[in-house]
């Protein structure tokens, strides 16, 4: 596609529920990135994939949350038993590589009630 | 612990006048450093990128590195209306972002 593509574009969970949200990334983007965004703060990281490999999870917040991009494109945030303070915009990024800026998708406004 | 820090604002800039965003570092091996500008309930959106010590101008914005200092700044001549958002410096590979600083330009 054209660009990055996430979904859903809003998803509310009940607190303790399993969710899994999809990002798309720009056709032959080695590079993606996932990002944390508190209502009136910068992006966080959250991980890191170079194609399949997954090279840098580091700012996982705990291990109720997992990635993954088996095939080196499509990738998925699995967050599970969501709490409130999960709460949050989750953005997707992608590039041709390092040292090369970033193109977002919309992101996925998670909701936990 | 890789920062970036910034000013939060809001800074406000008369329409037509140059508005001035800065940013510092702390991770001194980084070599990327970008500025993204992000509108109220959207994504960020690359607006520039450099790499090396001086300035780099496209169009009405200029980013200028000061590596030894630490120090990114973006300046935005003939500010618009349309450029009020939030404004975000991000730096190093894994692009560690700053908090933002919002910026509203005065018609």
């Known amino acids: 596609g054209a660009g990055v593509s996430q979904s859903p574009r809003y998803k509310v969970a009940k607190r303790g529920q399993d969710v899994a949200l999809r990002c798309d990334p720009i056709?032959?983007?080695?590079?993606l990135f996932w990002y944390q965004q508190a209502l009136g703060q910068g992006p966080e990281f959250l991980t890191y994939?170079?194609?399949?490999?997954?090279?840098?999870k580091s700012g996982l917040p705990s291990d109720r949350f997992f990635a993954e991009r088996p095939e080196g494109s499509v990738s998925t945030l699995k967050i599970q038993r969501t709490q409130q303070e999960d709460s949050a915009v989750y953005l997707c990024?992608?590039?041709?590589?390092?040292?090369?800026?970033?193109?977002f998708g919309s992101g996925t406004r998670l909701t936990v009630v | 612990q890789k920062e970036v820090e910034q000013n939060s604002g809001p800074l406000s800039v008369p329409e037509g006048a140059i508005a001035s965003l800065n940013c510092t570092y702390s991770?001194?091996?980084?070599?990327?450093f970008f500025w993204y500008r992000q509108y109220s309930g959207k994504s960020p959106e690359l607006i520039m990128s450099?790499?090396?010590?001086g300035d780099k101008e496209d169009g009405r914005f200029t980013a200028q590195l000061n590596k030894a200092s630490q120090y990114v700044s973006l300046l935005i001549r003939d500010s618009q209306p349309s450029d009020s958002a939030t404004y975000l410096c991000?730096?190093?590979?894994?692009?560690?972002f700053g908090k933002g600083t919002r910026l509203h330009i005065l018609p």
């Open positions: 991770d001194r091996v980084s070599q990327s």
């Open positions: 991000a730096v190093g590979d894994k692009i560690i």
């Open positions: 994939f170079q194609n399949e490999a997954q090279l840098d």
């Open positions: 056709s032959g983007h080695v590079s």
């Open positions: 990024a992608s590039s041709f590589g390092l040292d090369y800026g970033y193109t």
């Open positions: 450099i790499y090396s010590n």
